[in-house]
């Protein structure tokens, strides 16, 4: 099953399992959100939305916040000794999507346990 989402004025193709970077979206690391603008749900009988699928959403894990590459803006205008120089970076979010939801269920599955590392003494201690 596949939905094709909406975030951030973009149109995303997902399925369970994919992970994306979007614009960003509120919510702490390792949190589930819910996006609720699903513009197709596919499978066997595809459901097209006028213009959004009712009941639909997607859940996803927050893996990440972060800034995107730097962008410049550089504009000259030529013999008038003007220049502009501008930059900014993009907000984004890095998601997991978990589960494809239809007729207003809520998440089944919550957020992933964080891998801990062993600490090495207990490794050494093993080992002997």
Request: charged share 30%.
């Amino acid at each position: 099953m596949f939905a094709v989402i909406k975030t951030g004025g973009k149109q995303y193709r997902v399925v369970p399992d994919d992970v994306l970077t979007i614009g960003k979206i509120e919510g702490q690391v390792g949190t589930i959100v819910q996006l609720g603008e699903v513009l197709v749900l596919g499978g066997d009988t595809p459901t097209l939305g006028v213009p959004l699928v009712a009941g639909a959403s997607v859940a996803a894990e927050v893996l990440d916040h972060r800034r995107g590459p730097k962008v410049i803006a550089f504009k000259k205008r030529r013999r008038k000794n003007s220049r502009r120089k501008r930059g900014y970076r993009d907000e984004l979010t890095t998601i997991r999507v978990t589960e494809i939801l239809a007729d207003g269920k809520a998440p089944t599955i919550g957020p992933r346990p964080k891998r801990v590392k062993a600490p090495a003494e207990a490794t050494a201690e093993a080992a002997e």
